[in-house]
């Protein structure tokens, strides 16, 4: 197999077990190019595949190929691998370009290589306004973002980023999606995990779902959504006149029923939430309702691992 059609990472029937605890059980996926988001509630195994890529734990079964090579058998990949874990401990008493320069020294730049490409990175997350500034008077936005610096610091082609958002304020969560993104435009192979939705929805499309260790999905997360449009969803709608609108929504083919959760709310069920949303605007202009709000109450993970559990068993 030539290069050009190596994955980035390839995982195949892979199975972690500690014990009689099962972490990972029987996973297959290839991976290669652009963002792709891991998700699963926790203890769904993320942590333990990233782990596993890493080098850190050994499968009990099945194989990891890192760009085509098993890395337990030789550790080259991991010159083209960038890893951001779950929780690491840095030296506050250090600076946030002295704390990237060092990491780059390691990978065995000069000084001067270390330094420059320290502040460049550095920039591309957004922290040169603070890179003098000691890492113990950061925020934790700051030090999610210095710790992706320093995993990019030797320009690796392959990015494991372990629920990088977590504790982050709405800004900082939004400057780190922001440099996910570019990584992905740039034709890096991204992997992020997280635990919620909506956060990994506005980065990437390409998803994987864990459950209880098991692979429960790969692909298009608009695909999988487009698979469950055979169980019902709810919209929920925030306005001035539920019931004006209600007669309205009830006339239309992909809306089967409404109800009134609570004053001024109307929920409409649908069992194709695509079209549902895509007759949306011309049915609240049509009604002359004033609509405040637009939810999506099922459109969560949680729902989510529950069609898509409901539907393996």
Known sequence: MSEAKTPAVLVDQVSKWYGQVIGLNDVSLAIDGGVTGVLGPNGAGKSTLFKLLMGRLRPSQGSVRLFGI?????????????????????YDWMTGLDFVTTLARLHGMTREEATARAEHVLDFVGLADVQNKELGKYSKGMRQRVKIAHALVHDPDLIILDEPLQGCDPIARTSIMSVIRELGSQGKTVLISSHILEEIERITEQIVILHNGRLLALGNLHAIR?????HPHRILLTCDDPRRLASEFIAEDPVYGVSFPEEGQLEIQTNNLSEAHSI??????????????????????????????????
């Open 70 to 90: 098993d890395p337990w058998s030789n550790a080259a990949p991991y010159r083209r691998v960038g890893y951001v874990s779950e929780s690491e401990r840095m």
């Open 226 to 230: 487009g698979l469950l449009d055979k």
């Open 280 to 313: 949306l605007p011309r049915v609240i202009v049509n009604s002359g309702t004033n609509v405040t709000s637009i939810e999506n109450p099922d459109d969560n993970l949680e729902s989510l691992l529950g069609y898509l559990v409901g539907g393996d068993s």
